[in-house]
């Protein structure tokens, strides 16, 4: 079975839309960028090679395999994040688009490689978890910042990736995986979030307010 970069970048996608879930053909096909009966076609040979579960109408559900190499693939690109950041200096707005590049054609030497330079990381420079050499994702409990009681606060622990433009943004406002943010105020009629992160305070659209991934901030961090 021969896997192309075609077939790892379906497999991705699949995975990182449903976790383990059923995704919709037309999600798949917003998120590649390609037409619908470009994805039917797709999803059809994957089904065919056993790599996902394909029904007509409502979805697709990746197997066990499909999600082995999709998993796989995930793996390489976080790592390759993280050592864009870590070794090269890149910025966190640009290490995802070279890292989408990068991550069909490095080799399981160089995977090993790098993780070890790293110091096997858990999490890439996003805060995303990276999963492990067996497969395995770990189950992290966030919530969108969006979800944050007034006069709470809480550990950003994730950040969306896809948009450089909102990554420079959130730098800008101190959004980095580990800092603490406190809710002071939630304006009514889908208004912006008032918030606090370190001395500095800032008003937060509920857009960008869903794009950031938090915890419960612990006694030490608040």
Known sequence: MVITQAIEDYLKTIYLLGQGGEVATSAIA????????????????????????????????????????????????????LYLQEALGYPWDK???????????????????????????????????????DGVLPAVAVRELLAVETGQSATVRQVSDGDPGMLRYLASLGFFPGATVQVLEKAP??????????????AVGRELARHVLVSAATPAEV
């Open 30 to 81: 917003l998120k590649l960028k390609v037409s619908p009966p470009s994805v039917t076609g797709m999803v059809k040979k994957l089904a065919e090679m056993k790599l996902l579960r394909y029904t007509r109408y409502q979805g697709v559900e990746l197997t066990p395999a499909g999600e082995k190499i999709a998993l796989e693939v995930v793996r390489h690109h976080r790592l390759l994040e």
């Open 189 to 202: 009629f889908e208004g912006p979030l008032r918030v606090r992160v370190g001395e500095a305070e800032h």
């Open 95 to 133: 290490v995802h688009e070279e890292a989408e590049k990068l991550e069909h054609v490095i080799s399981e030497e160089f995977e090993d490689r790098i993780a070890e330079a790293l110091g096997w990381p858990e999490t890439d420079p996003h805060g995303h978890p990276i999963p492990t050499k």
